[in-house]
T-cell receptor
Framework: AQSVTQPDIHITVSEGASLELRCNYS??????LFWYVQSPGQGLQLLLK????DTLVQGIKGFEAEFKRSQSSFNLRKPSVHWSDAAEYFC????????????WGLGTSLAVNP | GAGVSQSPSNKVTEKGKDVELRCDPI?????LYWYRQSLGQGLEFLIY????????KSGLPSDRFSAERTGGSVSTLTIQRTQQEDSAVYLC???????????FGPGTRLLVL
């Protein structure tokens, strides 16, 4: 069955430290890949997406993600975390050519220590 | 411009009652989606609208759940005879077409007592 796995339920980092959030998917073909962020009291916001082409994708708020086909992974990274990055992060996938039905990971909760 | 709005923001109801949740998409967006976010379950796709028609209802959990969209704009998700397991945050999203980025509303938090 198609699935998305975010292995880390909760991560704590210090402000200014680097961050990597993991996402693995199980799909027959390369799907569309997304990272969303959900801050307390806020709606889900798209950070970045990968459809095709360059496997390193730049997003908003200084985030980037790298698609690795051989590992079926789409990990999210940020070189230097800010306290305002504390939030829930969700990886989602959709069948290639169809963004209509997103399949979601369970999310990773990020806490940032001052 | 205005984003996706949902109402009410919170709803407390008694088991067995019917509830209606409303979603106002971004103006001009033709596609509209409903998701449910439960503790420990992540986000589940419920239904997708293109215009006023729903090509994909595969995520609706039971026949107690229904949704409609009128005028290619506002959508209502109705849950009949609510059960405690229906307690969740119900999220609505819209996109310009079925292929573009989905923009999410703040959600309606439903608590069934």
């Amino acid at each position: 069955a198609q699935s998305v796995t975010q292995p880390d339920i909760h991560i704590t980092v210090s402000e200014g430290a680097s961050l990597e959030l993991r996402c693995n998917y199980s799909y027959g073909a390369t799907p569309y890949l997304f990272w969303y962020v959900q801050s307390p009291g806020q709606g889900l916001q798209l950070l970045l997406k990968y459809f095709s082409g360059d496997t390193l994708v730049q997003g908003i708020k200084g985030f980037e993600a790298e698609f690795k086909r051989s590992q079926s992974s789409f990990n999210l990274r940020k070189p230097s975390v800010h306290w305002s990055d504390a939030a829930e992060y969700f990886c989602a996938v959709a069948p290639a050519g169809n963004n209509r039905k997103l399949i979601w990971g369970l999310g990773t909760s990020l806490a940032v220590n001052p | 411009g205005a984003g996706v709005s949902q109402s009410p923001s919170n709803k407390v109801t008694e088991k067995g009652k019917d509830v209606e949740l409303r979603c106002d998409p971004i103006s001009g967006h033709t596609a509209l989606y409903w998701y449910r976010q439960s503790l420990g379950q992540g986000l589940e796709f419920l239904i997708y609208f293109q215009g006023n028609s729903a090509p994909d209802k595969s995520g609706l959990p039971s026949d107690r759940f229904s949704a409609e969209r009128t005028g290619g704009s506002v959508s209502t998700l109705t849950i009949q005879r609510t059960q405690q397991e229906d307690s969740a945050v119900y999220l609505c999203a819209s996109s310009n077409t079925g292929w573009e980025t989905q923009y999410f509303g703040p959600g309606t938090r439903l608590l069934v007592l």
